[in-house]
Antibody
Framework: QVQLQESGPGLVKPSGTLSLTCAVS?????????WSWVRQPPGKGLEWIGE???????SYNPSLKSRVTISVDTSKNQFSLKVSSVTAADTAVYYC??????????????WGKGTTVTVSS | QSVLTQPPSVSGAPGQRVTISCTGS?????????VHWYQQLPGAAPKLLIY???NRPSGVPDRFSGSKSGTSASLAITGLQAEDEANYYC????????????FGEGTKLTVL
């Protein structure tokens, strides 16, 4: 059974950097899949942040690209998200998800439970 | 602001059929990109409901079905049940603005 678990600070100061990690169990991050981050501001819809494969190839949401970095650590079977220069608008529940290769776009078949990040001083 | 438009809300009585639309354009759904659907129960993570326009993952009841035509897609739910009350999101890909995966705005389904 594949499981994804997000972890990281729940509170980040404005202008700081948000850092989260997603630990993958039950599947190898080296497998033929991609791994993504999605966020959901309070009371709002889903926003795709970006994705990465085991080799480190990435794709980002153009609206966030200048502030986002997604990386992978194959030795720990996990991947990570960094968002710099955060503001209150980055307050959200952050989900990590597994993407199954399919005709564009890939679909997200396994999701973490999500972690709440609040940007506040 | 998403370029995939969904109705903010739909409703139906138990046992009825409802549909949720996802309207795009020639740079996303109309360009041939697939549409996937997710169900998000209150307080929970999204769950894959339909992939590749009309395919159900294992474990998803056949009461749920998807379709796509032109620049739009639809999710149909038959035999509505109380546990279907949730938010539903479509997902596709858009080639404008350097290209990106995107989600629809979401639709709240209320079972009356």
């Amino acid at each position: 059974q594949v499981q994804l678990q997000e972890s990281g600070p729940g509170l980040v100061k404005p202008s700081g950097t948000l850092s989260l990690t997603c630990a993958v169990s039950g599947d190898s991050i080296r497998s033929n899949k991609w791994w993504s981050w999605v966020r959901q501001p309070p009371g709002k819809g889903l926003e795709w942040i970006g994705e990465i494969d085991y080799s480190g190839s990435t794709s980002y949401n153009p609206s966030l690209k200048s502030r986002v970095t997604i990386s992978v650590d194959t030795s720990k079977n996990q991947f990570s998200l960094k968002v710099s220069s955060v503001t209150a608008a980055d307050t959200a529940v952050y989900y990590c998800a597994r993407e199954k290769p399919y005709s564009n776009p890939f679909y997200m078949d396994v999701w973490g439970k999500g972690t709440t990040v609040t940007v506040s001083s | 602001q998403s370029v995939l438009t969904q109705p903010p809300s739909v409703s139906g009585a138990p046992g009825q059929r409802v549909t949720i639309s996802c309207t795009g354009s020639s740079s996303n759904i109309g360009a041939g990109y697939h549409v996937h659907w997710y169900q998000q129960l209150p307080g929970a993570a999204p769950k894959l409901l339909i992939y590749g326009n009309n395919n159900r993952p294992s474990g998803v009841p056949d009461r749920f079905s998807g379709s796509k035509s032109g620049t739009s897609a639809s999710l149909a739910i038959t035999g509505l049940q109380a546990e279907d009350e949730a938010n539903y999101y479509c997902q596709s890909y858009d080639t404008s603005l350097s290209g990106s995966v995107l989600f629809g705005e979401g639709t709240k389904l209320t079972v009356l």
